[in-house]
């Protein structure tokens, strides 16, 4: 709110007062009003005359010390023959934090029988000429960190590839990071390129200490006047398990294909290991592969969820057609008459087709995929890409979603977290940074499904695809050879997901053909490497 303090005009002064339309305390208010606002023409209409250099005076507020809004209050007028002076506080609200404030003063005369201001620099700030300009001098604080969940630091480049791929790195800033992040950010300010670093941008840099600055020609300091202190950085602690990454890296070294491994604690979601064996494209997060025979655990889920026992006897034959798609096992496999969970151990695809088309359907197989991480959004602070699985439009396509084919696709950090909700009995959206909020709720599984589909994945380990993998007592998994591209004989990934104590996981080898032969046993090394 803008005050005025009345003044008594001098007895030379009385010509003014009693034939000058209005006085200058409230001229001085109604510019001031406008300055408040922001309302340029409004100012300009209260001037004596027009002033050059109005216009650019109070856009350099915004532009060069990054203003964000004005508070001015008039503290008081003193007037004389034919002029007065209007004396101001003005509060600068700055984008960089903080209030610059300062006292002021309008000029006033008149004209044409009124108050006008007479204008010039000094009216934005008493020591602005037409020769000197505003800006702004900005001291960063030291960066803050990124950390693993115990507080050690990862963003300093002794952790590998992997984990800078999480990170990011700084770089200097350009004009479109300037235009992006805006003031107090300037071009050549260390900024995060990618990763963490990126996404945690402002709150690892802190908030500069910025000193307001008089400057001359050439930019050369005049004087300063004033100084706003600055924050330090806050850390950004990720969920990364040091013990873990590093097992998970040496478990994929040395593979001669491009390969990933995706490590969760099932009771919370948390990543504890994301690793890739070559860089570049991050398959771990953004892979969009078919899960193949990993998926059966989720059509296992939910005809088990629907009545069926692990122990009730289906067949697997050599093949079965369904929905008019003839279904073959791998190596044109038949085992005939078994259990539910003899067949997932065998990874029978002759038996989940057929049973998904007649106990399932699309909407329920879709319902329990979405239930352990499907069609879910991802929020863990770098780019990951959800997993895919569309609804079923025949039951030829439903079969082949069955075994993980079809149009289904999915990453390893999704199929780390299928895992991982077996385990725990409760799907929670993959976390990387404890400090984001997620898009998506945790959901609760089946509890007699869930329990019987463990030991279902244990019987792949012990008598199962997985059995000469060299999996430690205590794993329960699935296998999986995803079959992808065109032609009569088609190339493969192999895959392996399971859990063991607190660590669930995923591996995928692309185009590493049986995942019971391949990535089996990186599952196998990297579990037996955990401390």
């Not at 096992?329 to 989940?352: I, P, Q, R």
Request: proline fraction near 5%.
């Amino acid at each position: 709110m803008i005050t005025v303090l009345a003044v008594g005009a001098a007895a030379g002064g009385a010509y003014y007062v009693l034939h000058t339309r209005g006085t200058p305390g409230e001229t001085a208010t109604r510019y001031l009003q406008a300055w408040q606002r922001g309302d340029l023409a409004a100012m300009r209409a209260e001037l004596a005359a027009p002033a050059q250099g109005f216009d650019q005076a109070y856009a350099s507020l915004g532009k060069a010390l990054g203003v964000t809004s004005t508070s001015v209050s008039l503290s008081g007028v003193r007037e004389g023959d034919g002029s007065a002076t209007a004396a101001y506080k003005a509060v600068q609200r700055l984008a960089t934090g903080g209030e610059w404030s300062y006292d002021g003063s309008l000029r006033l005369v008149v004209k044409d029988r009124r108050w006008k201001v007479d204008w010039s620099p000094a009216a934005v700030h008493p020591d602005l000429t037409a020769q000197t300009k505003l800006a702004l001098k900005t001291t960063w604080p030291e960066r803050a960190r990124i950390t693993d969940a115990d507080g050690e630091r990862i963003d300093d480049g002794d952790d590998g590839g992997s984990v800078q791929q999480l990170v990011g790195w700084l770089d200097k800033a350009t004009d479109k990071d300037v235009k992006q992040l805006g003031v107090p950010y300037e071009k050549g300010d260390p900024v995060g390129r990618a990763g963490l670093q990126a996404t945690f941008q402002k709150r690892l840099a802190g908030r500069p200490t910025t000193t307001v600055e008089l400057v001359g020609g050439g930019g050369k300091r005049v004087k300063k006047l004033g100084e706003l202190e600055g924050a330090e950085g806050e850390d950004v602690r990720t969920t990364l398990d040091l013990s873990v990454q590093r097992a998970a890296v040496e478990a994929v070294r040395g593979l001669d294909k491009p390969a990933s491994l995706v490590a969760i604690r099932p009771g919370t979601g948390e990543i504890l290991a994301v690793v890739n064996n070559r860089g570049g494209f991050n398959r771990a997060l953004d892979g969009n592969y078919p899960p193949g025979s990993t998926f059966k655990a989720v059509t296992a889920l939910g005809l088990l969820a629907e009545g069926m026992s692990a122990g009730q006897q289906v067949s697997c034959p050599k093949y079965v057609t369904v929905g008019g798609l003839k279904i073959r096992n791998s190596e044109h496999a038949e085992y005939g008459s078994l259990s539910l969970s003899d067949a997932f151990a065998h990874s029978c695809n002759t038996t989940f087709a057929p049973l998904a088309a007649q106990r399932l359907g699309a909407a329920k197989l879709l319902a329990t995929a979405e239930m352990v991480g499907f069609n879910q959004p991802l929020n863990i602070g770098v780019p990951a890409t959800k997993a895919s699985l569309p609804k079923a439009q025949s039951d030829a396509e439903l079969a082949a979603e069955s075994f993980g084919q079809a149009r289904i696709t999915s990453s390893p950090l999704v199929m780390a977290s299928v895992a991982a909700a077996i385990a725990s009995g409760t799907w929670h959206p993959p976390t990387l940074v404890p400090s984001i909020k997620q898009k998506a709720e945790p959901v609760e599984l089946p509890s007699e499904a869930t329990e019987a589909l463990r030991s279902m994945m244990s019987a792949v380990v012990t008598k199962g695809t997985a059995k000469k993998a060299g999996l430690p007592s205590g794993t329960r998994g699935k296998t999986g050879t995803a079959e992808y591209g065109t032609g009569e004989k088609l190339d493969s990934h192999a895959w392996f997901i399971g859990y063991r104590g607190e660590v669930a996981f995923a591996v995928v080898v692309e185009g590493g053909g049986g995942g019971g032969a391949v990535a089996a046993p990186i599952a196998a090394t990297f579990l037996k490497a955990l401390p």
